[in-house]
């Protein structure tokens, strides 16, 4: 008895299992693809500026690809939480900043650049460091022993290449009278608007706001990289080629309007020396040798 | 109206003011709100932050726009009605109000003020007041308008509702006070039906209204009109109660003279009878006669049938009432015409028209037939007449006329029938057919009608005078003159034979003046002897042709000294009725000249009681045939003619009295005056004079005619 009724749950299994495994024909075709957002917006805003072009995406990956392919939104609150999810393999492919490449890049080396943004048909963009309208500061040296505002302190220009330009021209940050990191861009700009730094370094952007660039003046520039989109570690290479073909067309500005940027261009690790230098360096501004070792894991 | 307009403008101002004011106030105040948040927003840069502000402010119901410049007057953020660059200014001036300006601006909707107040924006950074910007707050004219609109509206709302609440409020109390009261009297009063009793009690809704402690002039009112009610339901129920009692009454006094009318249809029917009926010979008289025979002529001409008219007179019949009294004389004439009417056919007519005179209308008999019809006539008459212990024989002459060869006319045929008689009568042939033969012996009748005249200057005529007594007092108050003509060659002459003549001559005027002259001078010769003896008088109807007849009568009395109350004067019913205008007219001036006029032969002629109402008599004679054989129907016409002629204030004369029952039955019955040959007949002046001498009635002896009874 026992033995015929294992006989005959062997054969519904057989029959049952691969039927129950087996997915629907539609469902068979879709390929759902994690993208990874972070940043300091709220969410209905990263959503708004991003929907765009992932929707172009999918839509180009589903005619390419030829199956449904399903970008699945993951957001994150902040650099180190975006940084660590495309470390950790959490997301499929995540939009970054230089920095946060470079650093990603430090702690595992089989992420890959899918491409890069492209402004103004270039793959750099530029910052600025600033003083007051009426400062008696008109080069970066002029800064020694005075204040200053620093980004993000993830940032590329807020923090890595700007305290690089302090560092290059001799200014450790204890040659600073005082300084801060202050998060965003606009709020350096307005910090020293306000005097309450005498000079920081934020993107150029910036300045197309007329108060700002009325009140403020730039003391040097800083040419920047533009955002990698990079893929995990393990996405599949056919994958990755499709969402590099499938950026790489998109010329649509009302597609490319919440990125800012024109379109994207065909990039590699080598487009991000320049940061990956600033923060090799970083610690030397911050006379901190032991430090950098610490930031880079 | 002006008044009103100026003041109301004067408010509109004063409220525009101030509204103005306190609006313009409060953005004042609302920067010091805002200013905090601007300038931190400013001094962090977050225009984001900015429009969230001013949109919070322009929220604000009276803020029509609000903007935000940096120290270098840039704009930085803006909401609603704001000037900028863009707008063109035409005007400004500032205001009261601390950095208030009031500003026209040019719109593409035309001009536009606005009021704009500006502000400072600073920040205080660690004790250093740094300038950022400034804000300005604007207020739109219209917005002040609206609010003075609101609030106009708001009042006007409210008085409204006040006015409505107050009205309401005095219309609730005018409707409990007044209206209904009011509609509460006003349906009680329509309620009232002068026609419907029942409208009145019905009408009680009005106490439901009426308030007993209330004592304005409407409850007044209303309880007076109650009262009103009330009395006018007791009134009805008085009249009602009277109305049936008065129906009771009636109703009791309609089955009286239902009774009365009975009696009095009975009796008028006895009277319409008496009246074309002779009541002694039950024949027609002589108005069913005129009747008959005018009817007669008619059918006659239209059928061109022959007819004969008959005249009949009793031979010498006074002679029997002369010889056996008046009582023989009626049974003598009842017998005779008894025996005529059974001698003719029904088809026949014959009438006693008076006297001892008859006529018959015979339709279709000749001039043969109606000598035969003559001559069985007095075949029937000649059997001798047993009457009490009296044997009398009846003679009759008989005249014959025939239509159409004797006459076409009523008055032609009989009065030739009549001559016919006389001639028969002269002729002592029985009857006689009219011939000119007898015309010409009638031409010598009128001859002797004509010697009236002469007679009277001859004194051929003489005065016989019949004693009228009273019936209550048994005194002698008069007498009645009747003419006698006293002629040398046919002896005397009654009234009958000649009267009738005279009329128709005319001369019978001369003969009513004679009359009248003796008659007074007769009175006047009583008067100075010392009696008071009334005389009366006939007068024919032809004396009322004289339109001075009063005044001629009234002459001649006093040129014999007399008093028009001592002479009565007599006309006949028959006169009256022939001619009732003249002779009313006629008797109304007699009695204005003081005599008293007597309706003489009361009940031949064809009149009813009406005529006692429109002739001025002041006496009746009640003719001597309803006196003669009274029955009960008799009497009961007898005593009605009494009791109207006394309600009429007229006195009755009996004629004809010659019985002492009847004498004793009239004074039982009231009648006034008696007159007959119980007391006494005609008599010639000097044997009345002996009679007054000896009669008892003239000594006013009181138990006279109980002795005579």
């Given at each position: 008895m026992y033995k015929h009724f294992k006989k005959n749950l062997a054969i519904a299994a057989s029959i049952l299992v691969p039927l129950l495994l087996t997915p629907a024909v539609g469902l068979t075709d879709t390929l759902t693809l994690k993208f990874g957002l972070y940043g300091s917006e709220r969410r209905s805003s990263l959503d708004e500026q991003f929907n765009p072009i992932l929707t172009e995406l999918e839509n180009r990956l589903s005619h390419s690809m030829g199956k449904k392919v399903e970008i699945e939104r993951v957001f994150f609150r902040d650099y180190q939480q975006g940084l660590d999810a495309i470390v950790n393999g959490d997301v499929d492919f995540t939009r970054t900043g230089p920095a946060t490449y470079a650093l990603a890049m430090q702690r595992n080396n089989e992420l890959s650049i899918i491409a890069v943004e492209s402004k103004k048909g270039k793959k750099k963009f530029e910052g600025v460091i600033v003083a007051g309208k009426h400062s008696d500061i008109s080069q970066v040296s002029d800064i020694k022993n005075r204040s200053f505002a620093f980004g993000n302190q993830n940032s590329t220009i807020g923090r890595y290449l700007s305290q690089l330009h302090l560092l290059n021209a001799g200014i450790t940050i204890a040659e600073l009278d005082n300084y801060d990191y202050l998060g965003q861009h606009d709020k350096v700009a307005v910090a020293v608007i306000r005097n309450q730094y005498e000079a920081g370094a934020f993107k150029i952007g910036i300045l197309k706001d007329k108060y700002i660039a009325d009140r403020v003046k730039v003391i040097a520039k800083i040419d920047t990289p533009t955002h990698p989109w990079t893929a995990r570690e393990g996405l599949a290479k056919e994958t990755i080629n499709h969402i590099k073909a499938a950026l790489l067309g998109i010329t649509d500005k009302s597609v490319l309007k919440g990125l800012k940027r024109d379109g994207f261009l065909a990039g590699d690790d080598s487009d991000y020396t320049t940061i990956r230098e600033a923060i090799e360096k970083n610690p030397l501004f911050l006379n901190e040798q032991h430090a950098v070792a610490t930031d880079a894991n | 109206m002006v008044v009103t307009l100026v003041v109301t403008a004067f408010q509109l101002l004063f409220e525009y003011k101030h509204v103005k004011h306190t609006i313009l106030s409060?953005?004042?105040?609302?920067?010091?709100?805002?200013?905090?948040?601007?300038?931190?927003?400013?001094?962090?840069?977050?225009?984001?932050?900015?429009?969230?502000?001013?949109?919070?402010?322009?929220?604000?119901?009276?803020?029509?726009?609000?903007?935000?410049?940096?120290?270098?007057d840039s704009l930085m953020a803006s909401v609603g009605s704001v000037v900028t660059q863009d707008i063109q200014v035409t005007a400004l001036s500032t205001m009261e109000q601390e950095h208030t300006r009031e500003i026209q601006i040019l719109t593409d909707q035309g001009k536009e003020t606005l009021f704009e107040h500006r502000f400072p924006i600073e920040y205080n950074d660690r004790g250093n007041i740094q300038l950022l910007g400034y804000g300005y707050i604007y207020v739109n004219h219209k917005t002040i308008i609206s609010s003075i609109v609101y609030t106009l509206t708001l009042i006007i709302i409210n008085s409204i509702i006040k006015t409505l609440a107050l009205w309401a409020i005095f219309l609730f109390?005018?409707?409990?006070?007044?209206?209904?009261?009011?509609?509460?009297?006003?349906?009680?009063?329509?309620?009232?039906?002068?026609?419907?009793?029942?409208?009145?009690?019905?009408?009680?809704?009005?106490?439901?209204?009426?308030?007993?402690?209330?004592?304005?002039?409407?409850?007044?009112?209303?309880?007076?009109?109650?009262?009103?009610?009330?009395?006018?339901?007791?009134?009805?129920?008085?009249?009602?109660?009277?109305?049936?009692?008065?129906?009771?009454?009636?109703?009791?006094?309609?089955?009286?003279?239902?009774?009365?009318?009975?009696?009095?249809?009975?009796?008028?029917?006895?009277?319409?009878?008496?009246?074309?009926?002779?009541?002694?010979?039950?024949?027609?008289?002589?108005?069913?006669?005129?009747?008959?025979?005018?009817?007669?002529?008619?059918?006659?001409?239209?059928?061109?049938?022959?007819?004969?008219?008959?005249?009949?007179?009793?031979?010498?019949?006074?002679?029997?009432?002369?010889?056996?009294?008046?009582?023989?004389?009626?049974?003598?004439?009842?017998?005779?015409?008894?025996?005529?009417?059974?001698?003719?056919?029904?088809?026949?007519?014959?009438?006693?028209?008076?006297?001892?005179?008859?006529?018959?209308?015979?339709?279709?008999?000749?001039?043969?037939?109606?000598?035969?019809?003559?001559?069985?006539?007095?075949?029937?008459?000649?059997?001798?007449?047993?009457?009490?212990?009296?044997?009398?024989?009846?003679?009759?002459?008989?005249?014959?006329?025939?239509?159409?060869?004797?006459?076409?006319?009523?008055?032609?045929?009989?009065?030739?029938?009549?001559?016919?008689?006389?001639?028969?009568?002269?002729?002592?042939?029985?009857?006689?057919?009219?011939?000119?033969?007898?015309?010409?012996?009638?031409?010598?009748?009128?001859?002797?009608?004509?010697?009236?005249?002469?007679?009277?200057?001859?004194?051929?005529?003489?005065?016989?005078?019949?004693?009228?007594?009273?019936?209550?007092?048994?005194?002698?108050?008069?007498?009645?003159?009747?003419?006698?003509?006293?002629?040398?060659?046919?002896?005397?002459?009654?009234?009958?034979?000649?009267?009738?003549?005279?009329?128709?001559?005319?001369?019978?005027?001369?003969?009513?003046?004679?009359?009248?002259?003796?008659?007074?001078?007769?009175?006047?010769?009583?008067?100075?002897?010392?009696?008071?003896?009334?005389?009366?008088?006939?007068?024919?109807?032809?004396?009322?042709?004289?339109?001075?007849?009063?005044?001629?009568?009234?002459?001649?009395?006093?040129?014999?000294?007399?008093?028009?109350?001592?002479?009565?004067?007599?006309?006949?019913?028959?006169?009256?009725?022939?001619?009732?205008?003249?002779?009313?007219?006629?008797?109304?001036?007699?009695?204005?000249?003081?005599?008293?006029?007597?309706?003489?032969?009361?009940?031949?002629?064809?009149?009813?009681?009406?005529?006692?109402?429109?002739?001025?008599?002041?006496?009746?004679?009640?003719?001597?045939?309803?006196?003669?054989?009274?029955?009960?129907?008799?009497?009961?016409?007898?005593?009605?003619?009494?009791?109207?002629?006394?309600?009429?204030?007229?006195?009755?004369?009996?004629?004809?009295?010659?019985?002492?029952?009847?004498?004793?039955?009239?004074?039982?019955?009231?009648?006034?005056?008696?007159?007959?040959?119980?007391?006494?007949?005609?008599?010639?002046?000097?044997?009345?004079?002996?009679?007054?001498?000896?009669?008892?009635?003239?000594?006013?002896?009181?138990?006279?005619?109980?002795?005579?009874?």
């Open positions: - | 409060e953005v004042v105040d609302l920067r010091k709100s805002f200013s905090g948040g601007l300038s931190a927003a400013l001094w962090d840069y977050s225009p984001a932050q900015l429009d969230s502000i001013l949109s919070g402010m322009h929220q604000i119901e009276k803020v029509s726009g609000a903007k935000v410049v940096d120290d270098q109390f005018i409707n409990k006070v007044l209206v209904r009261p009011l509609n509460a009297l006003t349906a009680a009063t329509q309620a009232l039906n002068p026609d419907d009793p029942e409208s009145l009690s019905e009408s009680k809704s009005l106490e439901g209204t009426l308030e007993a402690n209330r004592a304005d002039e409407l409850n007044i009112l209303a309880m007076k009109f109650i009262e009103m009610r009330t009395a006018i339901l007791n009134r009805i129920d008085m009249i009602q109660r009277q109305n049936e009692m008065l129906d009771a009454r009636v109703e009791e006094r309609t089955r009286e003279l239902s009774k009365s009318n009975v009696a009095l249809t009975k009796v008028n029917s006895e009277l319409e009878h008496l009246s074309l009926h002779d009541p002694l010979t039950g024949l027609p008289n002589r108005t069913l006669f005129s009747d008959r025979l005018n009817h007669q002529l008619h059918i006659a001409k239209r059928y061109q049938n022959e007819f004969i008219v008959l005249s009949i007179d009793l031979s010498k019949f006074k002679n029997i009432n002369d010889d056996f009294g008046h009582q023989v004389g009626d049974k003598i004439l009842k017998e005779t015409a008894t025996r005529m009417s059974g001698s003719l056919r029904k088809t026949d007519t014959i009438a006693r028209m008076g006297g001892d005179e008859f006529a018959a209308i015979l339709p279709g008999a000749d001039a043969i037939y109606g000598k035969q019809i003559a001559q069985k006539l007095l075949t029937a008459l000649a059997p001798t007449i047993r009457c009490e212990e009296h044997s009398i024989d009846a003679y009759a002459n008989i005249g014959i006329a025939t239509f159409p060869e004797h006459g076409t006319t009523a008055e032609a045929l009989f009065n030739n029938a009549d001559d016919a008689m006389y001639q028969a009568k002269r002729a002592e042939e029985g009857f006689a057919l009219f011939s000119t033969k007898v015309n010409k012996t009638l031409s010598k009748q009128r001859k002797l009608c004509d010697q009236i005249p002469q007679a009277i200057q001859l004194n051929q005529f003489e005065l016989h005078y019949q004693p009228i007594v009273s019936l209550q007092t048994n005194q002698l108050i008069g007498v009645e003159a009747l003419v006698r003509w006293n002629h040398p060659n046919f002896g005397m002459i009654p009234p009958d034979e000649f009267i009738g003549l005279a009329e128709k001559s005319g001369v019978i005027d001369q003969l009513t003046h004679w009359v009248l002259e003796t008659a007074c001078s007769q009175c006047r010769e009583w008067q100075e002897q010392g009696h008071e003896i009334r005389v009366s008088i006939n007068l024919s109807r032809r004396s009322f042709n004289n339109t001075n007849l009063a005044k001629n009568l009234q002459q001649t009395v006093r040129n014999h000294g007399l008093d028009t109350s001592s002479i009565t004067l007599e006309v006949t019913e028959t006169a009256a009725i022939s001619h009732p205008e003249t002779v009313i007219q006629g008797i109304e001036e007699l009695n204005n000249s003081g005599f008293t006029v007597s309706l003489d032969d009361f009940g031949t002629g064809y009149s009813s009681f009406s005529l006692l109402t429109k002739i001025a008599i002041k006496q009746l004679k009640i003719d001597k045939d309803f006196l003669v054989d009274m029955n009960e129907s008799s009497q009961m016409v007898v005593q009605t003619i009494i009791e109207l002629a006394h309600k009429l204030e007229i006195s009755v004369v009996a004629e004809g009295v010659e019985t002492p029952e009847l004498l004793s039955w009239l004074a039982d019955v009231n009648c006034d005056y008696a007159q007959g040959y119980f007391v006494s007949k005609p008599l010639p002046v000097e044997t009345l004079n002996n009679w007054l001498q000896e009669s008892e009635w003239f000594q006013n002896k009181p138990d006279s005619h109980s002795k005579a009874a």
